[in-house]
């Protein structure tokens, strides 16, 4: 592979599309436009939202196999250009079917760019031997994008206040075209364990039976995704880290998706005027803040703590958050719903580091979208029941049921996950421990002249010689035989 420092572009490129992406002015208003522009109740937005994780979860793995099969570029480009033409049919659709078809357009879209992003990152860094760097660019580039969605949440409410709610989402499709030209600059690294040659340092540890199982044609696209469901299945912590990140990620993140109709229900709004919108956005611009923060504190949180402690210890952390949303309802609650914000966005870089220091890099785009579509089917069950709960009783059951949900299956997926840590460490070891040294090669049996047997090694070397490569005839004449012995090449060393 010639010239690798050109694909150190990437990164910088790749922090540009992540900016661009999450550049969505609408945000801030988006569920106060299906509230009151289009007279959906809150239970309708939870059901629509199923409808947008239903569809990730169907179409995120067959997109990542595409993105490792065709290249994870084109894909990016392609999830960025359809989003727009998603945004512009949500601004024109009228009802709850039209506003479906709209999220299943967007829902695609992401699938395209979601699991393929992280895949380009990091062969990129492992064309350049920085690995290692992972999470710290996985967190500044989710900072990048989180640091848009603040500046996205500090222009929309005045923009909507100025212009109207349908202005502002016509202004972030351009921003995702925008996004989709980006993503055209990108160069395509290595996608496969066979371009990058031997890579001792920075190949995923595959155990043996899946170093067995490699590649000898390249697969069609449902080959990929049914190796890539193997991998995660097999190979169990990666299987109890999606499942343990993944149902972390979504309770923590179901405070935030009520701060709108929360703002709303103390009788708060972004339309009445200029004012109001800016006094809107201050509210909303917390939670971005923090998640900013979150994605840029995860590597060096992961460095201190190690990746073995580093998810419970945030799982943990945000639980105690919860206790002021339980006990109060008022509008400063925005605040530890806002620190909320920042440790889920803090379990993404440090999961998706985790699961791709143990993956192959040609299913590295499949693999990570299924880590997504895991995530998109706990969003399409919690999402909706969570939000139904909101509507039918209050704010404070729906978060009570949120944390509920982490100290249970939460608690379980990590006693699980854990488990299948260590395992895994001990079963590493052992094969460390078990492999052959090199003195330790086949063996030929030799006479020598005066009738002593020694074992030779099929390259001809004495292993009663140290180690040293000394020859046949030298070891027989410090046992007292005969010195004309024929003498044995020294083997290479080099």
Not at 66 to 93: P, Q, Y
């Amino acid at each position: 592979m010639s010239r690798p420092e050109r694909y150190a572009r990437n990164i910088p490129i790749y922090y540009l599309f992540q900016f661009a992406t999450g550049f969505l002015i609408w945000v801030p208003v988006w569920i106060i436009f299906l509230q009151d522009e289009r007279g959906l109740t809150l239970t309708e937005v939870g059901l629509m939202e199923a409808v947008f994780w239903a569809c990730m979860m169907l179409f995120e793995v067959p997109t990542g196999a595409i993105a490792d099969r065709f290249g994870r570029r084109a894909s990016l480009a392609l999830g960025g250009f359809l989003f727009t033409g998603g945004t512009i049919f949500f601004v024109l659709a009228d009802g709850f079917v039209g506003l479906a078809i709209s999220y299943v357009i967007m829902a695609i879209s992401m699938t395209l760019y979601s699991g393929s992003g992280h895949a380009l990152l990091y062969d990129s860094l492992r064309v350049l031997g920085r690995t290692r760097e992972y999470e710290k660019h996985m967190g500044r580039s989710e900072a990048l994008m989180t640091g848009a969605l603040l500046g996205a949440a500090l222009f929309g409410g005045p923009m909507a206040g100025l212009w109207g709610l349908e202005t502002v989402f016509l202004i972030g499709a351009g921003t995702m075209a925008g996004a989709g030209f980006v993503a055209l600059l990108l160069r395509e690294p290595p996608r496969t364990e066979a371009e990058f040659g031997p890579d001792g340092l920075h190949a995923a540890p595959i155990s043996a039976a899946d170093a067995a199982s490699d590649h000898h044609a390249t697969p069609g696209i449902f080959g990929y995704v049914f190796e890539g469901f193997r991998i995660v299945l097999r190979q169990r912590p990666i299987l109890w880290i999606i499942l343990l990140a993944g149902i972390v990620t979504v309770a923590y993140e179901m405070p935030n998706f009520f701060v709108q109709p929360f703002l709303r229900s103390h009788g708060l709004s972004p339309s009445g005027g200029l004012l109001d919108g800016v006094t809107w956005s201050a509210l909303i611009v917390p939670g971005f803040a923090a998640m900013s923060a979150g994605s840029l504190l995860a590597a060096p949180f992961v460095a201190r703590v190690g990746e073995r402690r580093a998810i419970p210890l945030l799982m943990f952390g945000g639980a105690f958050l919860f206790i002021p949303l339980l006990i109060f309802n008022h509008i400063s609650i925005v605040a530890p719903i806002a620190i909320l914000g920042g440790i889920h966005a803090a379990i993404r870089p440090i999961a998706t580091g985790y699961i791709n220091r143990r993956i192959r890099s040609d299913q590295r785009a499949t693999v990570l979208s299924i880590f997504e579509l895991m995530m998109a089917a706990q969003m399409a069950v919690i999402v909706p029941l969570i939000s139904a709960s909101a509507d039918v009783i209050d704010f404070r059951f729906a978060y009570g049921l949120s944390i509920g949900v982490v100290l249970t299956l939460g608690v379980l997926f990590l006693i699980v996950w854990r488990r299948s840590h260590r395992r895994e460490q001990t079963d590493a070891l052992r094969r460390i421990s078990l492999r052959p040294a090199p003195q330790a090669a086949p063996q030929a049996i030799a006479v020598t002249p005066d009738g002593t047997t020694i074992g030779v090694h099929a390259n001809g070397v004495n292993p009663g010689a140290n180690g040293n490569g000394a020859s046949v005839a030298h070891s027989a004449a410090e046992n007292g035989a005969a010195t004309h012995s024929a003498a044995i090449k020294h083997p290479d060393r080099s």
